[in-house]
């Protein structure tokens, strides 16, 4: 038994010998080809014992050998104590992080057979208890504790988000005052923001290129800010000349309006020249990029928000709630995002904006639509937000005015032409929906007298409201009737959905302009937030929807008295006298009609009031 020990130990094993000891001599060359192959890493040495079959009779007749395998593992790092020499050979069972498991071979070899096999079973029962703390502690590791980068970017992320919450405050609480100070003041923050929207879209390429622009192109800013005071010109004073016309009081600046368009065309062809003057033998193409670029940030900022202006004038509720509505959109996509962001639709929403995802898209949407119900029945209360006015004032004052029919409460019935577009499943789901059926008239006609059948004949169907199981009942039509809304929910619910579905896109638009120049935000003039365009890049087509629907569907006409009276004032003294013997009513008979154009023409042709 000793003997076959110390064989194995001194390494003079036979062919069927399972492996040499860890002390004796090393890994084989087959061995050091792997560790080369694994990129050098290091190796932990984990010698076990097992109870090996006899190769001998001598080992035959004590039945248990005692065999030292060595398993070697790759490890990231050996700690100090694993490249000590051992002062003593030791056939480790198990090693963890606290605690070692060891038997000296020495007092294997010095006890009986009996006494081997005891321990042979305890060193077995220590090794499995010793497994079960090691997969506890491996268990513990795969959760590790948060590292001094990871507990600072945390931080600094509840940092962002608190910076972020206050900006926003303050934000509102100026678009708050804005609001109830008036409508000037509205226009007025309206401008400024106008104004900050092309520095910082302009500034992107001005940033870019700054290296081709220094001392290449005269001129540079200047012609870009020329052109951004032309646009502004043009589209404020057409604003301008509107309110004029709108009020009669202000019809004295009727003489100075009719120049308007030829002063704005001639500050446009100043600019044109100046233009086409600096340009550079060497960096034309630069010049016409940079040209296009300016005539497209006009278009998104002055052009989209030309008739914002009108919006404020038409009543605050056309400016207030479009911008409210994206802003709840923004706030609750972003929510949505970040709380269900690809936990249901995996697939990118927009590839060159990775944070964006359909959850975010989709849960935005939804909440925006339900705002839009209820905000609208909300700000249709007050006259401030529903009143149009027609003058300029610095102090607020009350507004009264007749209510448009849009903010009176009234019974709404819908074209049953719109059900007609969507599946009829899906318009059963809307809530107060009613199914309408024809009635077959040999049902009704049955026990009805032949000579009143006849009276009221067979063209036209007659409908009621279908009954289930009825076989005389064939569906006709969809009709949704709301008792008790504000006819301005109705059209609330189409600005909504314009909100959740376009508008965004303007958002999506500023994201590849900031990746396409390698840009987070467009300035840091909002902290947490970036730029006003950061802010802003949504509200600009939401503004030229407003005020599409607006004029389409909810003030249909498009002249008024004061309106009028204007455009009378502006005609020939002869334009005059035939608009009057146009418009007096002929029903008077010829003398009477006489009489009546006298005395119109002799209190309009007067000028006096």
């Given amino acids: ?56 009779e001598e080992s035959a007749s004590s039945g248990i050998h005692v065999v030292q395998e060595v398993t070697r593992i790759p490890t990231a790092q050996k700690t100090k104590e694993e490249t000590k020499p051992s002062a003593t050979r030791e056939t480790t069972v198990m090693t963890t992080g606290t605690a070692t498991t060891s038997m000296r071979l020495e007092e294997i070899q010095s006890t009986s057979d009996d006494n081997i096999t005891e321990v042979i079973q305890s060193t077995s029962a220590v090794a499995s208890t010793t497994t079960t703390t090691s997969m506890s502690s491996l268990t513990a590791a795969a959760r590790p504790a948060m590292s001094a980068v990871q507990v600072h970017k945390d931080e600094q992320r509840k940092k962002k988000i608190a910076v972020r919450a206050l900006s926003g405050a303050g934000l509102i609480a100026v678009f708050t005052s804005c609001v109830y100070m008036g409508h000037l003041w509205v226009c007025g923050i309206v401008a400024l923001s106008e104004f900050l929207l092309f520095r910082e879209l302009v500034k992107v390429r001005y940033n870019a290129y700054f290296h081709t622009i220094q001392d290449t192109i005269p001129l540079f800013r200047t012609t870009q800010w020329t052109w951004f005071f032309v646009a502004i010109f043009y589209t404020y004073g057409d604003f301008i000349s509107e309110v004029v016309q709108s009020n009669p009081d202000l019809h004295y600046l009727v003489t100075y309006a ?68 994206v802003v709840v959109n923004d706030i609750m996509a972003y929510f949505s995002g970040i709380t269900c962001g690809r936990k249901f639709i995996h697939r990118p929403f927009i590839r060159f904006s990775p944070n964006k995802t359909w959850e975010g898209f989709i849960g935005g949407g939804i909440f925006t639509m339900i705002a839009a119900w209820y905000l609208s029945r909300f700000l249709a209360r007050y006259p401030w937000m529903t009143c149009p006015v027609n003058e300029f004032r610095l102090v607020p004052g009350p507004l009264i005015c007749e209510n448009h029919h849009v903010f009176m409460i009234a019974q709404s019935v819908f074209p049953n032409q719109i059900f007609e577009v969507f599946p009829k499943g899906l318009v059963k789901l809307i809530p107060g929906i009613v199914e309408i ?9 049955a026990n009805m007298d032949e000579s ?86 949504c509200q600009f087509l939401m503004a030229l929807c407003t005020w599409v629907h607006y004029n389409t569907f909810v003030r249909m006409a498009t002249i008024s008295v004061p309106k009028l009276v204007y455009f009378y004032n502006m005609l020939t003294a002869a334009e005059k006298q035939q608009f009057l013997e146009d418009i007096v009513p002929t029903a008077a008979g010829k003398e009477g009609r006489k009489q009546l154009l006298k005395r119109f023409q002799e209190y309009a042709l007067s000028g006096t009031d």
């Avoid at 059926?437 to 040999?442: F, I, L, P, T």
């Fill in 1 to 56: 038994m000793s003997s076959t020990l110390r064989q194995r130990r001194t390494g003079q094993s036979n062919n069927h010998d399972i492996s040499e000891s860890a002390s004796a001599g090393g890994l084989a060359s087959s061995e050091d080809d792997v560790l080369e192959m694994m990129g050098h890493q290091s190796i932990t040495e984990l010698p076990v014992l097992r109870q090996a079959q006899p190769d001998s």
């Fill in 258 to 325: 009719q120049y308007f368009n030829t002063l704005a065309f001639s500050l446009y062809s100043a600019t044109f020249v100046l233009t086409i003057a600096t340009m550079q033998a060497g960096h034309i193409k630069f010049q016409l990029n940079q040209l296009c670029w300016t005539i497209v940030v006009l278009c998104l900022t002055v052009g989209q928000m030309k008739y914002i202006m009108h919006n404020i004038f038409n009543g605050l509720f056309w400016f207030t709630f479009p911008f409210l509505l």
């Fill in 437 to 445: 059926c024809s009635v077959k008239r040999d049902a009704i006609f």
């Fill in 452 to 537: 009143i059948a006849s009276m009221l004949g067979t063209a036209a169907p007659i409908l009621t409201r279908c009954i289930s199981g009825e076989e005389s009942h064939t569906f006709h039509h969809f009709e949704l009737v709301l008792k008790n809304v504000y006819p301005i929910q109705i059209h609330a619910l189409w600005l909504g959905f314009f909100a959740s579905v376009v508008a965004p896109f303007g958002g999506f638009l500023a994201s590849a302009i900031k990746r396409a120049y390698g840009i987070k935000d467009f300035d840091s003039l909002i902290p947490g937030h970036g730029g006003v365009t950061d802010r802003l890049d």
